[in-house]
């Protein structure tokens, strides 16, 4: 019988003839306005006139444990690499969700509301700047300035201080005693992009990050025992740490082997970091969208490398830094690192981007360049599933500038895929289903949107479904029927496009049609842009001796895979799958045809990521 793989080109090219397959995406205004501005493309390739705004930011911040008080200053060298003139600047002052009066859709302490973030002084190009000048509603500044010509530079000074939240952590806060992450610390300017200009959306705790690709360098000073883990490269080791922690850190660079850096036995002694009243810590990052840190007077480190570039041999050092008290945490560094190596060579077999990944034992589930805040998790699955999880993000939304605030498909989808592929990788055993039945039970009620509805509008079951599950089995079902090679193609052809860039949703549709040589425009509109649900249903089923035909009919609207499990009389079974290919012109029924290995008791339709709102069409029983 001839591969339905070496059909699926004949297969596609064919539907191509007809209405369905030549059916163009649904796209809103702002966004087709781009292809008539030349900055994007119907490719998927970025424009001529694609330009973005960037960064220099110079921070220098205090941090005190007892006091939790964050205070400090930045320097902003921000580049107008727009058409536009900017009559104003939109700053982000995410601290501000914890503001006494700010709209947040997270439950926050009292205990944990402050006054918000204070600004003790703010200059442009060095002139002060007089207070009535700005206007802070909730997490957005905005401040009203001299024209900012296309192609000019402006420079900000900023002085300012906030309260750091002991409790009610969202994404940042304190974790213990002696152990904090901090994030979002220090005003930032906002996205300008070619699609809506300012970012307006106000940060309220659920959506989450879209920032532009800058470059970081910071000075962090803490108390002398505090050690600090941070985005980018610790320029001044031998300033801060103890001449053994410096080789340590080289040689876990250096070496496939896990180095203890910090052990419970250099904790007791308390000699690893220089014996200053305080230190401070000086990092740099470039080319990225965020930077955090996370600082500790008590926590282990243990470390290891890989080469993730076999081209040129480029290493990226993977970290754990955690409690001791947390024994889960002292494999957290094996599961990150197979997720590294995972990632650079098998999916998305793409070499991991960044010079080392940190792993915080912290009190959330949350990402950031180089950074993970995890919390401890006693069953295995679980910490392995939210390690790589959390990491895989890397390429999504960091690496490839994703907007979360507005499509938090386009990063959360990616990372749900990622857990379901690398898990099994980290420890065979695992089959992951998180979130494939929350998709089968909300399916057709009203709070059922499609994928493409802007994260800010979700509410209910669609805020995890619509960002996590739907779009992750879009990406495995288009993985599956392109296969492995071509996939992968495609899929290069995107992160090349827009890695270091602003990728819109249609860029990444028109990407990997163009990247695969396929207009796959029928599955992206009827599982991204369209209602409906995910039913497929056994109809007759004939048999000549060992040779059955069995037909399926798709009772929703949402194509899935037909994966039809054969049960013999012996008690074995077999799996016959087809791909979502056999639903590509349209057609609401397929016939699967197979030849049996011996007596078959019954049929079953679906598998782990099968979501299918009705399964009791689902089993055929043989008479026999």
């Known amino acids: 019988m001839i591969s339905i793989k070496k059909l699926l080109p004949f297969i596609l090219l064919?539907?191509?003839?007809?209405?369905?397959?030549?059916?163009?995406?649904?796209?809103?205004?702002?966004?087709?306005?781009?292809?008539?501005?030349?900055?994007?493309?119907?490719?998927?390739?970025?424009?001529?006139?694609?330009?973005?705004?960037?960064?220099?930011?110079?921070?220098?911040?205090?941090?005190?444990?007892?006091?939790?008080?964050?205070?400090?200053?930045?320097?902003?060298?921000?580049?107008?690499?727009?058409?536009?003139?900017?009559?104003?600047?939109?700053?982000?002052?995410?601290?501000?969700?914890?503001?006494?009066g700010s709209v947040r859709q997270m439950a926050v302490s009292a205990d944990d509301l402050t006054d918000g973030v204070h600004i003790s002084s703010l200059s442009i190009d060095n002139k002060t700047q007089d207070s009535t000048k700005r206007r802070i509603n909730g997490t957005n500044m905005?401040?009203?300035?001299?024209?900012?010509?296309?192609?000019?530079?402006?420079?900000?000074?900023?002085?300012?201080?906030?309260?750091?939240?002991?409790?009610?952590?969202?994404?940042?806060?304190?974790?213990?005693?002696?152990?904090?992450?901090?994030?979002?610390?220090?005003?930032?300017?906002?996205?300008?992009?070619?699609?809506?200009?300012?970012?307006?959306?106000?940060?309220?705790?659920?959506?989450?990050?879209?920032?532009?690709?800058?470059?970081?360098?910071?000075?962090?000073?803490?108390?002398?025992?505090?050690?600090?883990?941070?985005?980018?490269?610790?320029?001044n080791a031998d300033d801060v740490y103890d001449s053994r922690i410096v080789k340590r850190i080289a040689d876990a660079g250096a070496s496939d082997k896990v180095t203890d850096i910090i052990t419970e036995d250099d904790v007791k002694a308390g000699n690893i970091t220089k014996n200053n009243p305080t230190?401070?810590?000086?990092f740099e990052a470039d080319s990225v969208t965020d930077f955090v840190f996370a600082t500790s007077n008590h926590y282990?480190?243990?470390?290891?490398?890989?080469?993730?570039?076999?081209?040129?041999?480029?290493?990226?050092?993977?970290?754990?830094?955690?409690?001791?008290?947390?024994?889960?945490?002292?494999?957290?560094?094996?599961?990150?690192?197979?997720?590294?190596?995972?990632?650079?060579?098998?999916?998305?077999?793409?070499?991991?981007?960044?010079?080392h990944e940190t792993v915080f034992d912290g009190l959330d589930q949350m990402e950031y360049p180089m950074m993970v805040n995890d919390n401890p998790l006693e069953d295995k699955a679980d910490a392995i599933e939210l390690t790589d999880h959390e990491i895989f993000h890397t390429m999504f939304p960091f690496y490839m500038g994703i907007n979360e605030t507005k499509y938090g498909w386009m990063d959360e989808g990616w990372a749900t895929i990622g857990e379901w592929l690398v898990s099994p990788e980290i420890a065979p055993s695992i089959v992951d289903p998180y979130g494939v039945s929350a998709v089968e039970q909300t399916a057709g009620h009203e709070v059922d949107v499609p994928v493409m509805t802007l994260t800010p509008m979700l509410t209910g079951a669609a805020s995890f479904t619509d960002s996590y599950p739907k779009p992750g089995l879009g990406y495995l079902y288009v993985k599956d029927m392109l296969g492995d090679e071509l996939f992968t193609k495609a899929l290069h052809y995107y992160i090349a496009q827009w890695h270091g860039k602003h990728p819109m949703p249609h860029d990444f549709?028109?990407?990997?049609?163009?990247?695969?040589?396929?207009?796959l425009n029928w599955f992206w509109k009827a599982w991204f842009f369209d209602n409906g649900v995910t039913d497929l249903a056994i109809g007759k089923v004939t048999n000549t001796g060992l040779k059955y035909s069995a037909t399926i009919t798709k009772v929703g609207s949402k194509p899935i895979p037909v994966n039809l499990t054969v049960y013999y009389t012996d008690g074995t079974t077999e799996l016959v799958h087809k791909s979502i290919v056999v639903w590509a012109t349209g057609n609401k029924t397929t016939k699967i045809d197979f030849t049996a290995k011996k007596a078959v008791k019954k049929l079953v339709l679906g598998t782990t990521y099968d979501p299918d709102s009705n399964k009791k069409d689902n089993v055929w029983t043989s008479a026999k």
């Open 279 to 282: 230190n401070t810590w000086k």
């Open 142 to 235: 905005t401040l009203r300035v001299s024209p900012i010509a296309p192609k000019q530079k402006v420079h900000f000074d900023i002085s300012y201080a906030y309260t750091l939240n002991k409790g009610s952590h969202i994404r940042t806060g304190q974790v213990d005693t002696g152990a904090f992450f901090i994030a979002y610390f220090f005003p930032r300017v906002a996205v300008y992009d070619d699609i809506d200009g300012w970012n307006d959306y106000p940060y309220v705790g659920a959506q989450e990050f879209y920032n532009d690709f800058c470059h970081f360098s910071a000075e962090i000073t803490v108390p002398g025992d505090y050690k600090v883990w941070a985005t980018g490269d610790l320029k």
């Open 300 to 355: 282990l480190w243990k470390a290891s490398s890989l080469v993730v570039d076999p081209k040129t041999g480029r290493r990226t050092r993977v970290d754990a830094v955690f409690n001791e008290k947390h024994k889960d945490y002292y494999a957290v560094v094996d599961y990150a690192r197979k997720t590294v190596e995972v990632m650079s060579y098998k999916f998305p077999k793409w070499p991991y981007p960044y010079q």
């Open 509 to 519: 549709f028109n990407c990997m049609n163009t990247g695969s040589g396929m207009n």
């Open 14 to 100: 064919l539907g191509s003839t007809t209405t369905f397959a030549q059916q163009t995406l649904p796209i809103a205004v702002n966004l087709q306005n781009t292809y008539t501005k030349g900055t994007r493309t119907a490719t998927g390739a970025p424009g001529k006139n694609y330009w973005q705004n960037t960064a220099d930011y110079k921070i220098k911040v205090n941090f005190d444990p007892k006091t939790r008080l964050v205070s400090g200053t930045v320097g902003i060298d921000y580049f107008n690499n727009s058409p536009d003139t900017l009559k104003r600047v939109q700053f982000k002052l995410y601290p501000n969700l914890y503001k006494k």
